[in-house]
């Protein structure tokens, strides 16, 4: 398969859109399960967008949700646009394939740890295994897409793994 130019724009959005479509999905599974489907993101629309430190978890604000989807693409966008950056760069660059995990982390620490600064009720309302898990199936999905579209990538991977010094 010839390689293709990849803009960073262009696939990033794409990136961050599987990886926004992953989180939502989940959430919505969840709150589908619990009998209040789109409660998540009337709730993190409140808490994040709209300053709410006591959210109404017992109706839908229509509102909070569309502030909220639209900020959560668009925060995943960015990410995408990130990822596909370090992903160009670590072909040319074995040693920054090493800061593609230490990303995912951060993304998980901080993302957590924000909700937890905004509402003293996060931990009720979004328990950490419900966001682990989330944060886990973006950056899997992401991370699929990305190894598919990128075989100058694979190449790069198995002729430097990590820890080996460049042949060049």
Known sequence: MAERSHSIGAEGTDVGIIG?????????????????????PSLLGQVVLMGDSTPDTGNIVFGAILLYTAFHFVVFALLGMGLVALVH????????????????LAFEVIFYGLLEVLSERTGELFPFWTVVVANTLAALSMGVYLWIRHPAFRRSIRDTPLGAAPLN
Do not use: C, H, K, Q
């Open 20 to 40: 926004g479509l992953a989180v939502a999905l989940w959430f919505l599974v969840l709150d589908a399960i619990a009998g209040r489907p789109l409660l998540t």
């Open 89 to 104: 760069w670590g072909i040319e660059n074995s040693v920054v394939r090493y800061a593609l995990l230490p990303v995912f």
